[in-house]
Every structure is written in structure tokens, then in C-alpha cells.
């Protein structure tokens, strides 16, 4: 049987994984996060590699703290930068395949228009800065790679947006949200089913890849929505970003093309607020 690390195995993504990889029945897959494997230290991930003769390596494992990346660069590089190298150097090392996941913060949101793998990237902050260093250090090492690009990332798992807005939306009658980030919200499971899928296929299309659920939305609409779904009374204001600033830039627009992904592999993507109806369920 075929053996699939998947890093960050306690964060979101990885929770995902784990609630359907028994879907995925030809192979075994094992969770790591801290302390069980620090992916900074490059000798304890080439031990663990020779340890269990892996056959495919998912990297969730990520600094992903926006705002807290601007003062703790060194931090967010060594786990987003030096991890991802690490990792793809032990993939090549002992001839697996890795899943490195990056976000839609590659880019600045200047263009316009959707974003495309090859349109040019350029970072606002530390934490996009980062994330796009470790997809080049990924494709600089091993061949055998797919890097997917997500944004807004939430599920049932975790802490994210829409645990936060559930929360607060209980708590608060009127809430003030930006509404002029436009981006797309894309739940966990379904980036989850695409990773299995790919290993099941035992893909060799390698590469860069967006993925994130279809459709556009501001953090606005994604929280009213939230609220719409969850049948919670709290009045939702939009804001300008200007009116709620933050360490770290974020991209106005970034919504990404999925052309791509779905021409190649048939992908069928659901629309964010479908998705988000089936989380929102799950959690109340």
C-alpha cells in the first residue's frame, strides 16, 4: 500500500483529508504536525522520509498569520520557504510526489481581471511573499510536483472566517466587514477531494493549478451569507479597507481562473455559497 504524508496534519485542510481518505482505499495516509515532525529541520524530515518510504508528501503544514507575518518574517520564511524546500528535497531524494498549497496573496490584485498561473505575481506582504519563495523553491527541486493556489480557505475545522463570523454574529447585532477585497471563499473539502483525486489518478500532469470554489464575492457578502445561511440576525455593514487597517496589505481583487484545472482534469467545482449551505450545516 502506498504511503501519503500529509504535514500540518492538526490544521484545516489536513482535517479535511482525514475525513475522506478512506475513499481513497489503495493507499495509507499518515498526519504529522509539531512536534512530531518539525519540516524546518531538513535531518529530521530526510529521517522520517527514510523511516517510511513514502510514495506522496501534502504539505499543509504553513505559517498563514497575515498580519502577524509582517513583524515575524524570519518565522513565516523558515516555515513557508524552508520547510517547502526541505520537503521537496526529501520528495526528490526518495521519489514522491508533493502537494505544495499557496494562496491567491501571490498576487497584488492590481490587474483587474481574473488571475491566471502565469500571470505575474507580486506580493503585498510577508505572508504572500513567502508563500510564492516556496513555490519556487518547490518547482526549483523536484519535477514531480503540484502547487495549488486557494483562497479564503474554511471549513468546519479550525479557526477561520466563518467560525469567527458565526461567533461574533451571535454575540453582536451589527458587524462592520470590508467590502472591497473581492475573492472567492472556498471550503477545505472540496480542495480536499481534488487532492484525492489527483493521487488516485496517480497524476503525472505536474505543475501549478488554482483552485478555489466558483463564483466572486467580497468579505462582505461572504459574511452575509454566512448569516443568511445560519439564519442569524445581525446586521452586516460594508467597510473600505482604508477604514480598518492592517499590518498587511491584502489584493482587491483575486479572483483566480480555474480554466486550467477543470479542462485537464474534469473538475467539477461547486459554487462557494453551495459549499458554504453544507459547512454552515454541519456546525450549527
Request: glycine share 8%.
Given at each position: 500500500m502506498k504511503k501519503v504524508l500529509v504535514t500540518g496534519g492538526n490544521g484545516q485542510?489536513?482535517?479535511?483529508?482525514?475525513?475522506i481518505d478512506k475513499t481513497a482505499e489503495a493507499y495509507e495516509f499518515?498526519?504529522?504536525?509539531?512536534?512530531?515532525?518539525d519540516i524546518t529541520d531538513n535531518a529530521q524530515v530526510r529521517g522520517f522520509f527514510n523511516a517510511n518510504e513514502l510514495s506522496y508528501c501534502v504539505n499543509c503544514a504553513a505559517y498563514t498569520a497575515v498580519d502577524n507575518a509582517e513583524s515575524e518574517q524570519q518565522l513565516a520564511t523558515s516555515v513557508n520557504v524552508l520547510g517547502a524546500k526541505n520537503l521537496a528535497e526529501a520528495c526528490k531524494a526518495y521519489g514522491a510526489v508533493m502537494f505544495q498549497i499557496s494562496t491567491d496573496f501571490v498576487f497584488d490584485g492590481r490587474q483587474g481581471q481574473v488571475y491566471a498561473e502565469n500571470d505575474p505575481t507580486n506580493p503585498l506582504g510577508v505572508y504572500g511573499l513567502t508563500k510564492l519563495q516556496g513555490e519556487q523553491a518547490v518547482a526549483d527541486t523536484l519535477k514531480a510536483h503540484f502547487i495549488l493556489r486557494?483562497?479564503?480557505?474554511?471549513s468546519e475545522h479550525g479557526?477561520?472566517?466563518v467560525k469567527t463570523m458565526l461567533r461574533l454574529g451571535a454575540e453582536r447585532d451589527t458587524l462592520n466587514v470590508v467590502g472591497d477585497q473581492i475573492g472567492t471563499p472556498t471550503y477545505a473539502g472540496d480542495l480536499a477531494h481534488l487532492i484525492l483525486q489527483l493521487i488516485s489518478q496517480e497524476s503525472d500532469g505536474y505543475g501549478t493549478y488554482h483552485y478555489s470554489n466558483e463564483g466572486v464575492a467580497s468579505w462582505y457578502d461572504f459574511a452575509k451569507a454566512i448569516f443568511d445561511l445560519a439564519k442569524l440576525d445581525c446586521n452586516v455593514l460594508p467597510i473600505l479597507t482604508e477604514a480598518y487597517p492592517t499590518p498587511a496589505k491584502r489584493p482587491a481583487f483575486s479572483v483566480?481562473?480555474?480554466?486550467?484545472?477543470?479542462?485537464?482534469?474534469?473538475?467539477q467545482i461547486p459554487y462557494w455559497r453551495e459549499s458554504?449551505?453544507?459547512?454552515i450545516q454541519k456546525l450549527i
Amino acid at each position: 500500500m502506498k504511503k501519503v504524508l500529509v504535514t500540518g496534519g492538526n490544521g484545516q485542510l489536513a482535517s479535511c483529508i482525514k475525513d475522506i481518505d478512506k475513499t481513497a482505499e489503495a493507499y495509507e495516509f499518515i498526519y504529522v504536525d509539531l512536534p512530531e515532525l518539525d519540516i524546518t529541520d531538513n535531518a529530521q524530515v530526510r529521517g522520517f522520509f527514510n523511516a517510511n518510504e513514502l510514495s506522496y508528501c501534502v504539505n499543509c503544514a504553513a505559517y498563514t498569520a497575515v498580519d502577524n507575518a509582517e513583524s515575524e518574517q524570519q518565522l513565516a520564511t523558515s516555515v513557508n520557504v524552508l520547510g517547502a524546500k526541505n520537503l521537496a528535497e526529501a520528495c526528490k531524494a526518495y521519489g514522491a510526489v508533493m502537494f505544495q498549497i499557496s494562496t491567491d496573496f501571490v498576487f497584488d490584485g492590481r490587474q483587474g481581471q481574473v488571475y491566471a498561473e502565469n500571470d505575474p505575481t507580486n506580493p503585498l506582504g510577508v505572508y504572500g511573499l513567502t508563500k510564492l519563495q516556496g513555490e519556487q523553491a518547490v518547482a526549483d527541486t523536484l519535477k514531480a510536483h503540484f502547487i495549488l493556489r486557494t483562497s479564503w480557505l474554511y471549513s468546519e475545522h479550525g479557526h477561520n472566517f466563518v467560525k469567527t463570523m458565526l461567533r461574533l454574529g451571535a454575540e453582536r447585532d451589527t458587524l462592520n466587514v470590508v467590502g472591497d477585497q473581492i475573492g472567492t471563499p472556498t471550503y477545505a473539502g472540496d480542495l480536499a477531494h481534488l487532492i484525492l483525486q489527483l493521487i488516485s489518478q496517480e497524476s503525472d500532469g505536474y505543475g501549478t493549478y488554482h483552485y478555489s470554489n466558483e463564483g466572486v464575492a467580497s468579505w462582505y457578502d461572504f459574511a452575509k451569507a454566512i448569516f443568511d445561511l445560519a439564519k442569524l440576525d445581525c446586521n452586516v455593514l460594508p467597510i473600505l479597507t482604508e477604514a480598518y487597517p492592517t499590518p498587511a496589505k491584502r489584493p482587491a481583487f483575486s479572483v483566480m481562473d480555474k480554466s486550467k484545472i477543470k479542462d485537464k482534469y474534469r473538475v467539477q467545482i461547486p459554487y462557494w455559497r453551495e459549499s458554504l449551505g453544507r459547512v454552515i450545516q454541519k456546525l450549527i
